[in-house]
């Protein structure tokens, strides 16, 4: 594959990259609720689901999804469930931040048990997998890029998946970093933790009801 053709894709993938989407939002609300650790586990699990739409594309399920209302409308739906389950959670428990950020010592989660940081991960991956702004464009756009005429075209559909996840992790990274940071004044009162904490679930919820109602296959 060309260097012309990995950059231009590259170009292609930042600019949808940095317009928050629902993996964005996402981390954002994690960082706030649950603090640095939870935020970049979250982003680790959303690059895992993206890829394994990558994947799925080049091995042909993707193109499936793409054209299938029934499968791409099921698919989203069941994301956007999840964000509002999880969304319903944040806000039941957001009374109990402070206990948790105290324990943590500094809110970054380093305190955090095995069980809890697998249960982080496999949540970022549910909705990397099921962000149907990222469905779409791996079905509908990463093909493009291919040159069909060098062959290998499974490997190339993986690289160009990989430079897309590289320019999403970084990205995503910074935005749970700094949404982290900001944690760190409200948890200087335990009102304001509570009301960041609902604000994220909020947040969540409000996510999954924007996922259920856009992205329709066309």
């Given at each position: 594959?060309?260097?012309?053709?990995?950059?231009?894709?590259?170009?292609?993938?930042?600019?949808?990259?940095?317009?928050?989407?629902?993996?964005?939002?996402?981390?954002?609300?994690?960082?706030?609720?649950?603090?640095?650790?939870?935020?970049?586990?979250?982003?680790?699990?959303?690059?895992?689901?993206?890829?394994?739409?990558?994947?799925?594309?080049?091995?042909?399920?993707?193109?499936?999804?793409?054209?299938?209302?029934?499968?791409?409308?099921?698919?989203?739906?069941?994301?956007?469930?999840?964000?509002?389950?999880?969304?319903?959670?944040?806000?039941?428990?957001?009374?109990?931040?402070?206990?948790?950020?105290?324990?943590?010592?500094?809110?970054?989660?380093?305190?955090?048990?095995?069980?809890?940081?697998?249960?982080?991960?496999?949540?970022?991956?549910?909705?990397?997998?099921?962000?149907?702004?990222?469905?779409?464009?791996?079905?509908?756009?990463?093909?493009?890029?291919?040159?069909?005429?060098?062959?290998?075209?499974?490997?190339?559909?993986?690289?160009?998946?990989?430079?897309?996840?590289?320019?999403?992790?970084?990205?995503?990274?910074?935005?749970?970093?700094?949404?982290?940071?900001?944690r760190?004044?409200f948890?200087?009162?335990p009102?304001?933790?509570?009301?960041?904490?609902g604000?994220?679930?909020?947040?969540?919820?409000?996510?999954?009801?924007?996922?259920?109602?856009?992205?329709?296959?066309?």
């Amino acid at each position: 594959m060309s260097a012309d053709r990995l950059l231009a894709f590259a170009a292609m993938s930042f600019l949808l990259i940095v317009i928050p989407g629902p993996s964005v939002l996402f981390v954002v609300g994690r960082a706030l609720a649950q603090g640095r650790r939870a935020a970049l586990t979250t982003v680790a699990g959303n690059t895992l689901g993206a890829y394994v739409l990558v994947i799925a594309v080049a091995l042909g399920v993707g193109s499936l999804v793409e054209r299938s209302i029934v499968v791409f409308t099921a698919l989203k739906l069941l994301g956007a469930a999840y964000l509002v389950y999880l969304g319903i959670k944040a806000i039941r428990q957001r009374r109990s931040l402070r206990a948790v950020f105290t324990q943590d010592g500094d809110g970054d989660g380093a305190g955090a048990s095995g069980d809890s940081t697998l249960r982080t991960l496999w949540e970022g991956f549910a909705v990397g997998v099921a962000n149907p702004k990222t469905i779409v464009f791996f079905a509908a756009v990463l093909p493009q890029f291919v040159d069909r005429e060098a062959g290998h075209t499974v490997p190339q559909m993986l690289l160009l998946g990989l430079v897309f996840n590289v320019i999403a992790i970084v990205s995503d990274s910074v935005w749970g970093l700094a949404a982290s940071s900001a944690r760190s004044w409200f948890a200087r009162s335990p009102r304001r933790l509570a009301a960041v904490g609902g604000t994220g679930g909020l947040a969540m919820v409000g996510l999954g009801v924007t996922v259920a109602v856009t992205g329709r296959a066309q």
